[in-house]
């Protein structure tokens, strides 16, 4: 038993045409009337680079189970308009099992998040995972995750009344057939505001 140590490096450039989420209209109507918006309420366009790196690292203690980190760092550079460039660190460490034809995996997970240089929201999470694969080309899965996710405080003391914990439960159910594989999926989110 060997482990193995993954890794890539990307980048890519692009244009969005509304890189802070907002709307297009100069106006909007509201149960009080018309609103006008100023120009940095409206949608703005900008070109970007995106830079990321990462890596995967599994160690195997038996043909049966394993222990892995994963890391992941992903930069988002707008050209014009530096208050919406994003930054992202994420990783990830747990243990996995094998018996017979079903896997069972449970991790921790943290990230960070920083807007414009500054840390912005840093979150959290449990997650465990089962996934079986019967006879005749059929796979089932269950994933469940925790996680808490918290805003930093410091540019703005009330951020923290954005906390929220959620929590993320999905299902699926697969079927190869020849080159096909279908697939469905079912999930189920809910998040209370701390």
Same mark, same amino acid.
């Given at each position: ?144 995750? /925790? ?39 079912? /999930? ?7």
């Amino acid at each position: 038993m060997n482990s193995t140590l993954t890794w890539y490096v990307n980048s890519n450039i692009g244009s969005d045409s509304n890189i802070n989420s907002a709307t297009e209209l100069g106006i909007i109507s509201t149960p009080i009337g018309d609103v006008e918006l100023s120009a940095s309420g409206q949608s703005i366009d900008d070109e970007f680079m995106d830079l990321g790196a990462g890596f995967n690292f599994n160690y195997p203690f038996d043909k049966n189970s394993s222990a892995f980190v994963r890391g992941n760092f992903n930069q988002h550079n707008n050209f014009s308009t530096s208050a919406f460039d994003l930054d992202v660190l994420a990783g990830e460490a747990g243990y996995a099992v094998i018996r017979e034809n079903v896997r069972l995996a449970l991790s921790g997970r943290a990230q960070r998040v920083d807007l414009d240089d500054q840390e912005f929201q840093s979150s959290t999470s449990l997650l465990g995972t089962w996934q079986r694969n019967a006879g005749d080309g059929w796979s089932q899965g269950i994933t469940a995750a /925790y996680t808490a996710v918290r805003y930093d405080t410091s540019t703005n003391p009330d951020n923290n009344l954005r906390d929220v914990n959620q929590i993320l439960l999905s299902g699926n159910l697969g079927k190869s057939s020849g080159r096909f594989l279908h697939n469905v999926s079912v /999930y189920f989110g809910d998040e209370n505001a701390q």
